[in-house]
């Protein structure tokens, strides 16, 4: 049994970051990666200090070449399928057959954002359909932008579109149901607030344009901002012994510690899974601290480090 001292479940800005730290700690780590990152279709990834504006499919491309000069990582274009414990610690199956076995698990699969089911959303999420005014609200900067979302949630959506532009519409597909105090923050940030139901986006050259209302009027939009919650990508988590909770982006967030342990101690987990602010910043910082925590969980193992009950 070739068994790892931790397996890295996902590839992408916590996994590789993860890994990178474990290589660096000299640790047998192995990266399984199915090339499934939620932010793939993004023209760039804001607001990453040295690589602003990069593709995603560059920086992972370049995790991934700066993890081969460590020769205690090896990196596994896979998917995981299936998680068990084991007496060793865990068992993953993987989608060609083969079956792993590590210590410790680092589980950063990111999670599958679920945008509304509205034609036209699909062609254009990721660019000029978004859920992250931060992710993407440069590159929209001082267009005719729209928040899709109802109550307080398409309040708070709407305010902060107007950091990014003077023109901004809450579309509430329905009665708004707003009462006075909101109705005045929006007037007063010269919000304009639609109740019509939305039927279709419309898209040129790639961008969004037009914005179709069910009575067939339609509305000029340049870029469209929607409520899109999260959810898990596999049932890994719990097969693994990771709780699970409630979260106000996702109904099963993997609930961690300080120390990114989850409910089952020798499982870690970091980045989207597991956060609230899902952004590659805060990512890569989680995967790597994740890392520095399975480390010193490793030493306590082989030479009674002091480490947290």
């Keep these: 049994m070739n068994e790892w001292e931790c397996i890295v479940i996902g590839g992408g ?5 993860g890994a990178l730290v474990l290589g660096r700690a000299r640790r047998r780590t192995l990266v399984i990666d199915a090339d499934q990152q939620s932010n793939r279709p993004a023209a760039g990834v804001g607001g990453l200090l040295g690589h602003d504006g990069i593709s995603p499919a560059a920086l992972y491309a370049e995790g991934r070449r700066e993890l081969a000069a460590y020769p205690s990582v090896e990196y596994r274009h896979n998917l995981a399928v299936r998680g068990e414990v084991v007496d060793s610690g865990y068992a993953i199956d993987l989608d060609d057959g083969q079956t792993v076995y590590g210590k410790r698990i680092l589980l950063a699969t ?9 034609p036209g959303v699909a062609e254009l999420w990721g660019t000029s359909v978004f859920q992250c005014p931060f992710c993407h609200g440069w590159e929209v900067r001082d267009s005719q932008l729209a928040a899709l979302a109802a109550g307080e949630e398409g309040v ?11 023109d901004v519409v809450l579309l509430t597909d329905g009665p708004a149901g707003l009462d006075g ?12 607030v639609d109740e019509r139901r939305v039927a279709e986006l419309i898209s040129r050259d790639g961008k969004l344009s037009e914005i179709v209302f069910t009575d067939g009027q339609r509305l000029a939009r340049d870029a469209l901002l929607v409520e899109s919650p999260l959810r ?7 097969e693994l012994g990771a709780a699970c909770t409630p979260g106000p982006l996702a109904a099963d967030t993997i609930g961690v510690d300080a120390m990114h342990r989850t409910s089952t101690p020798t499982v870690f987990a970091a980045g989207d899974v597991c956060t609230e602010q899902p952004y590659v910043a805060g990512a890569a910082a989680a995967g790597a601290q994740a890392a520095m925590i399975i480390v010193q969980s490793l030493l306590a193992d082989e030479f009674g480090l002091p480490y947290p009950p």
């Design 13 to 17: 800005a916590a996994g590789l970051s």
């Design 110 to 118: 990111g999670m599958e954002y679920c945008p509304p089911d509205l």
């Design 156 to 166: 708070h959506a709407a305010l902060m579109l107007r950091g990014w532009s003077d």
């Design 181 to 192: 105090d909101q109705q005045r923050l929006l007037a007063g940030a010269g919000v304009a």
């Design 232 to 238: 898990q990508r596999s049932r890994l988590a719990e």
